[in-house]
C-alpha cells in the first residue's frame, strides 16, 4: 500500500493558510449580519453593476439637492424675518413721525426724529443681514453687503441737497436721488453694492429652478429706507429752527415710511410663493431619496437568517480548526512507541 505524506512545514501552512481564510469569511460575515448588506455586492447584482450605479448616482444627486434647497429655503426665511423687522420698525415710527407733524411740536418732532435716526441704523444693518456667508438682499453679488453705511448715505444725499432752499425742494431732491436709475448718480449708484443683472438663482430638483429677485434696491424697501433717511436728516439738524419746514419734512418721512411698508406685503407674499416652492421640492426630493434607498437596499440587502446561519457554520469551523491545530501541536513520537 502506498502513502502520501505531508511534511510538518507543508502542513503547518495549510493549517495557517485555512485559518486565515476562515476568519476572513468570519469578519465578512459578521460584518454582513450587523449591516444587513451583502459583503460581495459583485455576487448580489450578479455582475451587473449598472442599476447600483444608476441609483448610487441618483442618491448623489438628491443629496446635493438637499444641500441647495436648504440654502434656499434658509435664505427666503431670513428675508421673511428682515422683512419683519422693518416692518416692525415702520409702523411704529411713521405713526410717531405724521403724529408729531400733525402736534406741531418742535421738541416732539426732534425726539421724534432722532428715535427714527436710531431705527434707520437698524434698518440697514437688517439689510445687510449675513446668513451662512451670503447677503441675502444683495441680489447675485451674495459676498458684498448691499447697502453703504448709513452715514455714507446719509453724507451723499446732504450733497444732494446741499442748495435746497426750502423743505420742498429738499423732498424733491430726496425723491429724485432715490428713484434715480442705473447712471443717474442716485441710490443704486451710491448706496446700493449689489447685483441685480441676475436673480439668485437655486437648482432645487432635476429640471427645477427657483431665482429669489428681491433685493435691497426693491422700490417698496428703497422707500422705507428714503422715509428714515428724511428723519435722520431732520435729527442731523436739516432746516433746524424752520418750524414750518421741520413739520412738513416728518410728514413727508411718515408718508414714505408709511407707503413702503404697505407695498412690503407684496414683497413677502412674493417671497412666500418662494418658500412655498422650495419646501414642495424638499418634500419630493425627500420621498424619491427614501425610494432610491429602498430599492438599493433590495438589490443589496443581505438574508439575516442566511447570513447568521454561515457566521454560525463558519465560527464552528474555526473552533474546530483551532482544536485540530492544537492537538496536531501536542503530537509525540514517545505516543507511538
Known sequence: MNYVSVGDMAQSFQLRQHNTQLKTTLSQLSQEVASGIKQDIGAAVAGDFSSLSGINRSL???DSYNVVTTEAALTTDTMQETLGVISSLSEDSATTLLSAATNSSPTLIDVTAA?????FDTL??????????????????????PLADPADILSALKTEISGATSAEDAITLIDSWFSAPAGGGGFIDTAYRGDDSLGLSFR???GETTSIDSSASDPRIRDVIKGFAIASL???GLFGGDQGARSTLSVAAGERILSGNSSLTGLAAEIGSKQGKIADAQTRNQAESTSLKLARTELISADPYESATALEAVSTQLETLYTLTSRLSRLSLADYI
Open 60 to 62: 448623489s444627486m438628491m
Open 124 to 145: 440697514i444693518s437688517a439689510l445687510n443681514t449675513n446668513v451662512a456667508g451670503r447677503y441675502v438682499f444683495s441680489g447675485a453679488a451674495t459676498d458684498t453687503a
Open 115 to 119: 428715535n427714527a435716526a436710531v431705527k
Open 234 to 236: 431732520m435729527a442731523d
Open 204 to 206: 432645487i430638483a432635476d
